[in-house]
């Protein structure tokens, strides 16, 4: 038999937009309550990032209400275990009503009034403002042929790669040449893989310039400050981000530098069957 309870405000999601949105209410003695499927806080992080990981922003920018940083170094790049470590902290820093292992299924207006029913597990929560803060990118997508591929080939999505020597011995294929596939290529050929990456459309961008990271000059233009409504279309909220690295300092990514190291670049992937693949010519020089 379900239970319902009655609450304010409910918050999907118990990530940066959750417990940023907790917090505010928090502090405004507002009544609320974060329902988040994971059992633990920062979990995209946790359990979705390579074990060298780190933010491709400098540490200024991280400003997750009550865990801003303020250590002695703004300019380098935080690490994958500190980042959860500050999820974890604001969460019990703040006290936050943050129920863990709880997923929604459902969100639907209420019949008899204002407001919305939200359906979790065996609880209805009937509330007056329902916030969805369940981020962009959930489930990994893999292209239609992949099933296809022969079970003798191993294949991961970026948020199951963990290290190099996690991996079977031999080549590497890394299909996607945006933040994360260029970052995880990088690592592979360092470590003595014979690297080939499948280039998509992301462009790059350098660290620094003239003495500033890319990332102040954007703030500084007023690019954070845009609205989704500002975009050139609704899909542009999905595109690659420019290929950038926060490991070692911090450092730009350069698909040239790649091939003189050694990596083979390719088309994008287009098709694939067994242990073959077919691969687009469309490869700019």
Known sequence: MDVTERIETVIIGGGQAGLATSYHLKNRGREHVVLE??????NAWRTGRWDSFTLVTPNWSFQLPGAEYRGPAPDAFMPRDEIVARFEQTVDRFHLPVHYGVQVTS??????????????????WETQNVVVAIGLYQRPKFLSFYAGLSS??????????????????????????????CQIAEEL?????????????????PRRYRG???????????????????LPS????????????????????NLHQFAKDGVVLLGRLQAGSETKVGLAADLDA
């Open 37 to 42: 499927q994971a059992a633990q806080a920062g």
């Open 107 to 124: 969100v639907e207006p209420r019949l008899e009034g204002k407001g919305y029913r939200v359906m979790a597990g065996e609880t209805v």
């Open 152 to 181: 003798k080939l191993t294949q991961l999505h970026s948020g199951q790669y963990r290290n190099p020597a996690a991996l079977p011995s031999g080549a590497v294929l890394v299909v996607g040449s945006a933040q994360s596939g």
């Open 189 to 205: 050929y360092q470590s003595g893989r014979r690297v080939y990456l499948s280039v998509g459309s992301a462009g790059r961008v």
């Open 212 to 230: 500033k990271d890319i990332y102040e000059w954007l703030t500084l233009a007023g690019f954070f400050d845009q609205t989704a409504d500002k």
């Open 234 to 253: 609704p899909e542009a909220r999905f595109a690659g981000n420019p290929h950038l690295s926060g490991r070692d300092g911090g450092h730009t990514l």
